[in-house]
């Protein structure tokens, strides 16, 4: 039987303020685990963009404890953040698309990054750009693409390199209804891979569509949690061979550019 995993990021009395304003955020505390999927909910104005960039490491705390993949994410040396952001996928709500490449080359930028060659990447990038039904449009700048492309473009760069952490602000907020059902079933897949996963989503209806996710509610930048189960959740077993025969990500070069 396989052993529970540790936990991949824990956050402890955290707090956030900038300047010298109020704390955008308060005494925020929960465990994240491998193959957990969240939905991060809350009025606009809760501190949901706070949360997430402390999440991707784009921002420090005011104070509070920050723990990812086993190491205290605010004293880590500077030298040492690209390697930690290389093992988070962020979808960014603004997309933050590189504007002279192509849709193709936006794609394939994380497995670049990370050393994979020219041969081991192409068939991975076009089918993940095939899947998000942008086939027909691999050299297309982002200037020339529609919103919804856009967003499809900035989840296919997020999830291409099998990232531990994908963290996604309003992933589906430019796209139709089917395909937002489409994305959703592509980051379960990833998700049953062994990503910690964590969606900001005023869309309850995807909510529901995952039934065994957790729920993190923020008002007023404290962190709803009635149960227990985000500050203690149960641990899952992560079958990290499952395979989505119907997605992009089974198998194949892609699952080889995980980090160590």
């Known amino acids: 039987m396989n052993q529970p995993a540790a936990e991949i990021v824990q956050f402890d009395n955290v707090g956030l303020r900038y300047g010298a304003g109020r704390e955008v955020l308060a005494d925020v505390s929960f465990t994240l685990y491998p193959g957990c999927f969240y939905f991060l909910t809350g009025a606009s104005g809760a501190g949901k963009t706070s949360l997430l960039k402390l999440l991707y490491l784009a921002q420090r705390p005011s104070r509070g404890l920050i723990r990812m993949f086993g190491t205290d994410a605010i004293t880590l040396p500077r030298e040492r953040l690209p ?26 930028l994380p497995l670049r990054v990370a050393g994979q060659s020219e041969k081991d990447i192409a068939k991975p990038v076009s089918d993940m750009l095939e899947w998000v039904g942008l086939g027909d449009r691999f ?65 309850l209806h995807l909510i529901r569509k995952v039934p065994d996710s957790l729920i993190m509610r923020l008002d007023k930048g404290k962190l709803a949690d009635p149960t227990g189960a985000l500050r203690y959740p149960p641990r899952r077993r992560v079958d990290r061979a499952a395979d989505d025969a119907d997605g992009p990500l089974g198998g194949g070069p892609i699952g080889e550019s995980r980090l160590p």
């Open 139 to 203: 050299h297309a700048r982002p200037a020339t693409l529609s919103g919804g492309e856009q967003q499809r473009v900035a989840i296919a760069r997020a999830v291409i390199a099998r990232p531990d952490v994908l963290v996604a602000d309003e992933p589906t907020g430019n796209v139709d209804p089917d395909m937002a059902i489409k994305l959703l079933r592509l980051f379960e897949s990833l998700n049953r891979l062994g990503t910690t996963v964590v969606v900001a989503t005023h869309d």
């Open 83 to 108: 390697g930690f952001r290389r093992r988070i996928g962020v979808v960014f709500q603004d997309f933050r698309l590189v504007p002279h490449l192509s849709a193709w080359d936006n794609v394939a």
